[in-house]
């Protein structure tokens, strides 16, 4: 085992319109496209859809346009394809999300190899920890819990599937991004301001790429309320055949049940344990 750090870590034309969405939606890793191939009606109506979060739970024309980066017509034309395809559910001026979205997001884990493969994984670290065990993607400036098994007690912080995190501020984010080539995390960083959760949030970049190259060396993540007040995580990789981070393992406490050294060095060799098993079949 590597040695422990401190518990706590201060730890228009297609190509017009990926432009603007670019600027105004998170930045992800994305395949580029030929020109001919880009369906820019699709793309503005995944804007509008992805414009709503826990910030903004209803919109009217204007705030979607502000948030998606198009016109307010093409917002509002939008909004009235996707209430009519059930999607979404108006009141004539403002909208907001159906359950009807849960089909996206079940069709994934539905047919999706990833969370089948992680499952009987994650529910064998949860039966040898008796504690909640979560298998997170990186998604532009968040991460995705694709995967969990566990007690319940803890889905207060939201730790349910489908759940979105901000990367910078967790132990999964910084561990999948801290995976980053030097040039994508820079490309990451590029013009970002790390948002405060908490106090204890690191927010200044030069500090947060040192955090980085620590978890890099050590190969796990510990991250104590920095993304909510009382709850202490630890993350580590999960790396596939080639070396390449595909995920990360979690598991998650509260501030009041922080491990000792030695149970936070058999919690951090479990979860890497689990980890090795994957690797030979993702």
């Known amino acids: 085992m590597p040695n ?23 930045k992800r890793r994305e395949k580029p496209v030929a020109r001919d191939d880009y369906v820019a009606g699709l793309a503005k109506g995944l804007a509008v859809l992805e414009s709503f979060d826990t910030e903004r739970q209803k919109m009217n024309a204007t705030v979607a346009a502000q948030r998606s980066g198009i016109t307010r017509t093409a917002a509002r034309r939008h909004l009235l394809t996707l209430a009519s395809l059930g999607y979404l559910e ?22 999706a190899r990833l969370p089948k493969v992680m499952q009987p994984t994650l529910n064998r ?6 504690e909640s065990i979560s298998a997170v993607v990186l998604d532009g400036d968040e991460v995705v819990i694709v995967g969990r098994s566990g007690p319940t007690r803890l889905l207060a ?17 910084r561990v999948l991004l801290a995976a980053l080539s030097p040039g994508e995390l820079e490309s990451w960083l590029s013009g970002k ?7 204890h949030t690191v927010v200044n970049a030069d500090e ?4 980085l190259e620590r978890v890099r060396s050590d190969d796990y993540c510990i991250a104590d309320q920095e993304h909510e007040r009382g709850v ?11 070396g390449e981070t595909e995920a990360a393992l979690n598991v998650v406490l509260s501030a009041q049940r922080i491990p000792s050294r030695e149970q936070l060095r058999d919690l951090i060799f479990v979860l890497q344990d689990g980890a090795s098993e994957l690797r030979g079949l993702i």
């Open 232 to 242: 202490y995580a630890i993350a580590v990789p999960v790396r596939n055949l080639n």
């Open 90 to 111: 108006t009141d004539g001026s403002h909208y907001w999300l159906t359950s009807r979205v849960l089909r996206l997001s079940g069709s994934y884990l539905a047919s």
């Open 157 to 173: 912080y939201g730790l349910h599937l489908g759940a979105r995190l901000p990367a910078h501020a967790t132990s999964t984010g």
């Open 4 to 26: 422990l750090p401190k518990l706590v870590v201060d730890s228009v034309s297609s190509a017009g319109l990926a432009h603007r969405l670019d600027e105004h939606a998170p």
């Open 193 to 199: 301001a790390l948002r405060r959760l908490t106090p």
């Open 125 to 130: 670290l949860s039966v040898q920890t008796g």
């Open 208 to 211: 947060f790429r040192t955090l």
